[in-house]
C-alpha cells in the first residue's frame, strides 16, 4: 500500500490531469474512473486496473475488498481525493485504467455511430443504450464528445466494458461496414413505427444519430440506406439525440422478438 499525503506527488499530479483533461487518456495511455459503481462495473467485464485509488476512510471501512484488484493500491487523505475529483460529492474511490486505444473496425457488427456529438451526457446516455439494447459496436466520428472521458464514462454507467469503441472515425470508415446504414432525420424518410410494422426492421444495421444543432452530416446521409422518422404527435419541434436514439434502437433490436 502506498500512502501519499502532498498534492505535489507526481502520481497525484498525473491524477489531475486524467480528471480535468477530458482527452488526457489519449496523451497518457489511460483513463480514470471514479466510484465504486463504475469500478465495480470494470472488475465484472473482466478489467483489471493498474492503480486502485482510495481515500483513508474508505480504506478504513472498504480496503480489503479492493486492495488485490489492480496492480497497484493508493490511500490519499480524503481532502486531497476530493481536490482531484471531478464530482459534487467525492466517491471515496478511484481506478487508473488502461486505455483500450487502437481498436479497429468490424465492418458486420450491429452499430452505432455518433456523428459530432457534443454534450457528454448524451454520448454516455446513447453508449448505455447501445449495450442495453445489444449493440457491439460505436463508432465516434471526430468531433464526437471524448468517449472515454470522465463525464462521458460516468453517463455510460459501465457501458463502456461491454462495448467495442472506435474513436475519430471518418465518413469513409463508415461506408466499410457491411450492414445497412440507417440515419435520423426530422423530415426525410417513413416514421419508425410503420417500418416495425411493416417488418422492415433489424438490429444488424448501423444506426447514425447526429450533432445536437447539425443533425447528420450530408456525407453520412448519402450512405443511408433507409432515411428514418419519428413520429411526434404532441408536435415538437425534435427530440433530444439521446432520446431519439434509445426510441430507435429499443424498436430495432426487439423487432424479431
Known amino acids: 500500500m502506498n500512502l501519499i499525503t502532498s498534492r505535489d506527488n507526481p502520481q497525484v499530479k498525473a491524477l489531475r490531469r486524467l480528471v480535468q483533461d477530458s482527452t488526457g487518456y489519449r496523451k497518457a495511455g489511460r483513463f480514470w474512473l471514479e466510484g465504486d459503481h463504475l469500478c465495480r462495473a470494470a472488475t465484472e467485464r473482466g478489467v483489471r486496473p493498474e492503480q486502485v485509488v482510495l481515500t483513508e476512510s474508505f480504506w478504513a471501512e472498504q480496503g480489503a475488498r479492493w486492495a488485490d484488484l489492480g496492480d497497484q493500491l493508493i490511500v490519499m487523505p480524503d481532502a ?21 486505444s487502437g481498436n479497429t473496425l468490424l465492418p458486420d457488427a450491429s452499430t452505432v455511430v455518433l456523428d459530432r456529438l457534443q454534450d457528454a451526457g448524451n454520448v454516455g446516455a446513447i453508449l448505455r443504450c447501445a449495450s442495453a439494447f445489444g449493440y457491439r459496436q460505436v463508432l465516434a466520428i471526430k468531433g464526437t464528445a471524448a468517449l472515454w472521458s470522465p463525464k462521458v464514462l460516468r453517463a455510460g454507467m ?17 461506408s466499410l461496414l457491411q450492414v445497412p446504414v440507417l440515419t435520423t432525420s426530422s423530415h426525410e424518410g417513413p416514421f419508425l413505427h410503420e417500418l416495425l410494422q411493416r417488418g422492415q426492421l433489424t438490429a444488424r444495421c448501423a444506426w447514425v444519430f ?14 443511408s440506406r433507409q432515411k428514418v422518422r419519428i413520429a411526434q404527435p ?14 430507435c434502437l429499443h424498436a430495432s433490436a426487439t423487432a424479431v422478438l
Do not use: K
Open 80 to 100: 486531497l481525493f476530493a481536490s482531484l475529483s471531478g464530482l459534487e460529492s467525492p466517491a471515496r474511490m478511484g481506478f487508473v485504467v488502461a486505455w483500450p
Open 158 to 174: 459501465g457501458a463502456h466494458f461491454g462495448l467495442h469503441l472506435v474513436e475519430s472515425v471518418s465518413e469513409d470508415d463508415v
Open 210 to 223: 447526429g450533432h445536437e444543432g447539425q443533425g447528420v452530416s450530408a456525407a453520412l446521409m448519402a450512405l
Open 234 to 247: 404532441g408536435g415538437e419541434e425534435s427530440l433530444n439525440v439521446a432520446t431519439a436514439a434509445a426510441i
